[in-house]
């Protein structure tokens, strides 16, 4: 009886660490389609003429990468 619940606890960790690396995974892909929308957009934008909103579009999209890695640098050091 015992082996039978270990084997499941086995399991049931096995797929909570497939699914967590799924959940990385797909939210890397997004951030990444994201990131590359808003600096596409942006060299759009300055290709058109439009430098000032251009160059305002690229840098949300790098405070917004700068933002989110110190914020999960600063919540991750508590988890250690």
Do not use: P, W
Request: positive net charge; proline residues 0%.
């Amino acid at each position: 009886m015992s082996e039978r619940e270990q084997e499941m606890n086995h399991g049931t960790v096995k797929r909570r660490d497939i699914l967590g690396f799924i959940h990385s995974l797909c939210a890397l892909v997004v951030t990444t389609l994201i990131i590359l929308t808003f600096v596409g957009g942006g060299v759009f934008l300055i290709h058109s003429g439009k430098s000032m909103e251009g160059f305002g579009t690229i840098g949300v999209a790098i405070a917004s990468v700068i933002g989110v890695l110190r914020y999960r640098a600063t919540h991750s050091e508590g988890k250690k």
